[in-house]
């Protein structure tokens, strides 16, 4: 919960950070804070009783159908996440199935679309997520994995009906917690909590946390005073509380001085509440120059996260200097700690050995309701030019950090391991845990740089360098599975820098990516329309392996359908491709394939034929294996078509091949087909002694 302090109303120190920074002139607190809730105990309250009122929709007080809807509604700034947060975790216990969280914002301001908030709450209930799945396809896939369970969803950051209500389960024993600027409209029997300001004791105590007890003590009046200032707003009390920590001789009426003093500036016309814009503007101008143009570029940071590295490229200093300047801004307020699920607690060791965790760099969140006043002063202060160098600073420190961890992924002493070597230790990774675990907490920071890559359109090869890096690492350390749903939006994105730029080759793999994983997740009509696709950018460059490619995928989907006269056809021509070019083992294979459609088709002939034709080119290319399989299939097609006994003694020859071969479980299944055409020619002794044999090998050679 910490990445949301100041956006929500929740104060962050260290212990005593405050106490002891005092005898330092204006120095930060050394150590960054830890998340605090202040105050807000009428309006959970308030929440907790609305969960058990009787509905809009029920009858004699039963249930109504969908799950009880909770808004909490305020201005960017009023405490609206943290309170939602700190609810969640009251009522965490009385929610078995757990509590699930999303934004529908991103830090931009841009909505989150409702397939991928779908997605995201599925991955967290452990369901399977197709690829490329569809909206409704997604939302009605989360409702059913609901409809059984006992869970909270708290869904942050809503920008308005229209998000939430695809989401809402038609499960009376779910909850739906929605954080939202305004009403949602459209939404029946929403139970809407609007906030204000904090009471002025949670005010002050947020205060003390960040400047310690001694000057608020003496002078509780003034202290009173600031938090009517700041209008009782948590954030602005933060970012208060954290020139109070850093300028630890200054007293609060020096605070209030220094707040008055304030000319209006160019943030008053950022629509965010005045007593933020000026808390800001106090804590931003106390800054050294370097320090504030860090800041401001920190605005630039993928999904509003932050870490050593990202702030290093962006300004072009080093990861040590950044490291300890992103401290000190969580200190005075202005960015947010976050302490990654699973972390050891700070343990360096746990049960099964050092946690990778505590070799990464921390990550800090840049809060939602600052990240429009970070940008106003981006704008003011640093050339077009300037802000596109810093972000392609930052996009190739990506890239070379994502070529780091998907060497992890490789064998010691590998060729990619050694290139990775030459790198500064601080872009290396000390384990594969240690690479694994930065890939996972970095994520939606790493594919919103994929995104921000593509949406720039002028860095020229860097969009591509790291999206392919991105689906590497993610491929190195993950299943092909789980990655998928994040691959294939990561090779829309290719197809559409592709598309814009008239890069036939790049389109044409795209194309086929996107197809596989189609075919993959049932869509065969859509990936048959990808790999035509594919085919026609293909051989509009003579891309002959591309091209051979799509023709065999579009054999195999015609295939899966069962249409067998078309893929037939379409593995014909990407036999006759491989042919011409000489490539005698992938034209044995796809013998072999033309062999499988004719013999589903029921084409014994032409299945005899082309199993044939896969004999002589296994033979060529020496591939022992692939002709004794090729025999092995042979037999099968001479028995469907009456001929048991010459299939026998083709069986024989492919189990001689396989033994010389050394392949015992392709052996084991030769074995375990005599066996089967002995009992059909009613031989059962015989069929007795070779099934014995392909068992007995079979458990020699387990899979």
Not at 116 to 126: E, H, K, N, Y
Not at 163 to 187: H, K, M, R
Not at 633 to 658: K, M, S, W
């Amino acid at each position: 919960m910490a990445e949301q302090a100041v956006d929500t109303g929740r104060s962050v120190t260290a212990s005593g950070a405050g106490r002891r920074g005092a005898g330092r002139t204006g120095a930060p607190a050394a150590a960054p804070p830890a998340p605090f809730f202040a105050g807000r105990s009428r309006e959970l309250a308030a929440l907790r009783s609305d969960i058990e009122r009787a509905g809009l929709d029920t009858l004699s007080g039963r249930k109504g159908a969908r799950s009880r809807v909770l808004l909490i509604a305020g201005r960017p700034g009023s405490g609206r996440s943290a309170l939602a947060a700190e609810l969640a975790r009251q009522l965490a216990g009385d929610y078995p199935d757990g509590v699930l969280r999303c934004r529908l914002s991103t830090i931009d301001g841009r909505p989150v679309p409702t397939a991928s908030v779908a997605r995201d709450l599925l991955t967290q209930l452990g369901e399977r997520v197709p690829a490329g799945a569809e909206e409704d396809e997604l939302t009605e896939a989360l409702r059913g994995a609901l409809a059984d369970r006992r869970a909270l969803l708290l869904l942050d950051d809503a920008a308005g009906a229209e998000q939430v209500d695809p989401l809402l389960p038609d499960a009376p024993g779910c909850l739906v917690l929605g954080v939202s600027e305004g009403p949602l409209t459209g939404i029946t029997d929403v139970r809407p909590c609007t906030l204000g300001g904090l009471d002025t004791a949670a005010g002050v105590e947020i205060l003390t946390r960040y400047a310690g007890s001694v000057r608020i003590t003496v002078d509780p009046r003034t202290a009173e005073q600031v938090v009517q200032d700041c209008g009782g707003q948590p954030a602005a009390l933060v970012l208060a509380g954290g020139w109070l920590a850093t300028h630890p001789k200054s007293s609060l009426s020096d605070l209030r001085r220094t707040l008055f003093l304030l000319p209006p500036g160019e943030e008053d016309a950022v629509p965010v509440p005045r007593s933020l814009s000026r808390a800001f503007r106090m804590a931003y101008e106390g800054l050294p120059a370097p320090a504030a143009r860090i800041l401001r570029l920190l605005s630039l940071a993928p999904a509003g996260l932050v870490d050593a590295h990202t702030a290093s490229a962006l300004a072009g200093c080093s990861v040590e200097a950044a490291e300890s300047t992103l401290r000190d801004f969580a200190v005075m307020g202005a960015l947010r700690p976050l302490v990654p699920e699973g972390a050891a607690g700070g343990e360096d060791t746990s049960a099964d050995g050092p946690d990778p965790m505590a070799a990464l760099p921390p990550q800090y969140r840049v809060p939602g309701c600052l990240a429009p006043l970070l940008r106003a002063r981006l704008q003011a202060h640093e050339r077009p030019a300037e802000i596109q160098l810093s972000r392609a600073r930052m996009l190739e420190r990506t890239v070379r950090q994502l070529l780091s961890c998907r060497a992890m992924g490789e064998p010691a002493g590998s060729p990619a391991r050694e290139r990775t070597s030459g790198l500064p230790r601080s872009l290396r990774f000390g384990s594969v845990p240690e690479a694994a675990a930065w890939l996972r907490t970095r994520r939606p920071a790493l594919l919103d740089s994929a995104r921000i890559a593509v949406a720039d359109g002028e860095l020229d090869t860097l969009d591509r360098r790291l999206m392919a890096a991105l689906v590497r690492a993610l491929l190195a350390h993950e299943s092909a599975e789980s990655a998928a749903p994040d691959l294939y939006g990561l090779h829309l994105l290719v197809l559409q820098v592709a598309e814009r730029r008239a890069l036939a080759r790049e389109k044409a793999a795209a194309l086929l990516n996107l197809g596989d994983l189609d075919a993959q997740s049932g869509r065969s009509e859509k990936a048959l329309s990808r790999y035509r696709g594919a085919l026609e950018s293909a051989r509009a460059v003579k891309d002959a392996v591309a091209t051979g490619r799509a023709l065999e995928s579009l054999g195999a989907t015609y295939a899966e359908l069962a249409d067998w006269q078309r893929a037939a056809d379409w593995y014909g021509r990407a036999l006759e491709l491989r042919l011409s070019r000489g490539h005698t083992a992938e034209a044995a294979r796809l013998h072999g394939r033309l062999g499988a459609v004719h013999t589903q088709a029921g084409r014994w002939a032409e299945a005899l034929r082309e199993w044939r034709a896969a004999h002589g080119a296994y033979r060529r290319a020496g591939d022992a294996v692939g002709l004794a399989r090729a025999m092995g299939e042979t037999a099968r097609v001479q028995e469907y078509a009456g001929r048991p006994e010459q299939a026998l003694r083709t069986c024989f020859e492919a189990l001689e091949l396989a033994r010389k071969a050394a392949d015992g479980r392709l052996e084991a299944a030769l074995q375990l087909r005599i066996a089967d055409t002995f009992e059909r020619l009613g031989d059962p002794a015989a069929a007795r002694l070779h099934r014995g044999l392909g068992e007995g090998l079979l458990a020699d050679h387990p899979a």
